[in-house]
T-cell receptor, first 111, second 116 residues
Framework: KNQVEQSPQSLIILEGKNCTLQ??????????LRWYKQDTGRGPVSLTI?????NTKSNGRYTATLDADTKQSSLHITASQLSDSASYIC??????????FGTGTRLQVFP | GAGVSQSPSNKVTEKGKDVELRCDPI?????LYWYRQRLGQGLEFLIY????????KSGLPSDRFSAERTGESVSTLTIQRTQQEDSAVYLC??????????????FGEGSRLTVL
């Protein structure tokens, strides 16, 4: 069964600290993996998209990694800011038209 | 327009009424998706359009839900005889269709539906 699991479910950190969010998936055949940021009351916004051959990708202070062998991905946020407070959603695309969404990690950054 | 536009942004209705939610995708995006997001929950897939056809309607929760797309552009999600459990944010996304997978998704800001 195609599934995407994210951990932790929620996370609280202090401004300026780093954090890492995890995504494990069982999706086949795999096409790509995406990370989205969803601010409260807004639509999700794409952070990164990685294909099978990519194992790391950065977007500013966000760095995503992908291990296609173990079917794991992580999103690392460096020097967190208050504006990083949001839900982060891992989405895996099967090599079809299917997208499988994780339930997200809710990050809160406090001053 | 520059992004995906959804309307209305907020809709409050009485149980039993019908509602229509509209999505204007990014011009040229052939793929269009509808998702439902209940408060504090993840996104639930509802329906996917490729052009004006809907090859995957598997997420529509009941026959009260329907959607159409015309001119490979605007899409309307209709919920008939609304129930309180229909209360959620309905998100629309569009993308360029790619061979062998889904292109980058661009989401609208959603339509928040409250059924009293």
């Amino acid at each position: 069964k195609n599934q995407v699991e994210q951990s932790p479910q929620s996370l609280i950190i202090l401004e300026g600290k780093n954090c890492t969010l995890q995504c494990n998936y069982t999706v086949s055949p795999f096409s790509n993996l995406r990370w989205y940021k969803q601010d409260t009351g807004r639509g999700p916004v794409s952070l990164t998209i990685m294909t099978f051959s990519e194992n790391t990708k950065s977007n500013g202070r966000y760095t995503a990694t992908l291990d296609a062998d173990t079917k794991q991905s992580s999103l690392h946020i460096t020097a967190s800011q208050l504006s990083d407070s949001a839900s982060y959603i891992c989405v895996v695309s099967a090599y079809t038209d299917k997208l499988i969404f994780g339930t997200g990690t809710r990050l809160q950054v406090f001053p | 327009g520059a992004g995906v536009s959804q309307s209305p942004s907020n809709k409050v209705t009485e149980k039993g009424k019908d509602v229509e939610l509209r999505c204007d995708p990014i011009s040229g995006h052939t793929a269009l998706y509808w998702y439902r997001q209940r408060l504090g929950q993840g996104l639930e897939f509802l329906i996917y359009f490729q052009g004006n056809s809907a090859p995957d309607k598997s997420g529509l929760p009941s026959d009260r839900f329907s959607a159409e797309r015309t001119g490979e552009s605007v899409s309307t999600l209709t919920i008939q005889r609304t129930q309180q459990e229909d209360s959620a944010v309905y998100l629309c996304a569009s993308s360029l269709a790619l061979a062998g997978g889904v292109g980058e998704l661009f989401f609208g800001e959603g339509s928040r539906l409250t059924v009293l």
